[in-house]
Nanobody, 120 residues
Framework: QVQLVESGGGLVQAGGSLRLSCAAS????????MGWYRQAPGKQRELVAN???????NYADSVKGRFTISRENAKNTLYLQMNSLKPEDTAVYSC??????????????WGQGTQVTVSS
């Protein structure tokens, strides 16, 4: 089993910054990809950013130039540095990981989510 634990959410004024962290633990052979998703009230969940094989990063157009995703492989930890935050960034942010477990099965895992609220 693999667990993802997020931290770093909170309330911030527009223009401010937050840094989210997601720590993966458990029976991990290899993390194939990790990413951040968000879901605002009344909206569908959307991809914010991810890191896939080879360290390739992808960003939603709405966050390009403001958010930076990074990963510390030795700690199995994913980060999302969010700058120049806007009220429309308000959402529950969830971490996702595509993991090959110690049993050599490949599964997808989600964290519990962390609330990010940006006030105007």
């Amino acid at each position: 089993q693999v667990q993802l634990v997020e931290s770093g959410g909170g309330l911030v004024q527009a223009g401010g910054s937050l840094r989210l962290s997601c720590a993966a633990s458990g029976s991990i052979f290899r993390i194939n990809a990790m990413g951040w998703y968000r879901q605002a009230p009344g909206k569908q969940r959307e991809l914010v950013a991810n890191i896939i094989s080879g360290g390739i990063t992808n960003y939603a157009d709405s966050v390009k130039g403001r958010f930076t995703i990074s990963r510390e492989n030795a700690k199995n930890t994913l980060y999302l540095q969010m700058n120049s935050l806007k009220p429309e960034d308000t959402a529950v942010y969830s971490c996702n990981a595509d993991v090959t477990t110690g049993q050599l099965t490949r599964n997808n895992y989600w964290g519990q989510g962390t609330q990010v609220t940006v006030s105007s």
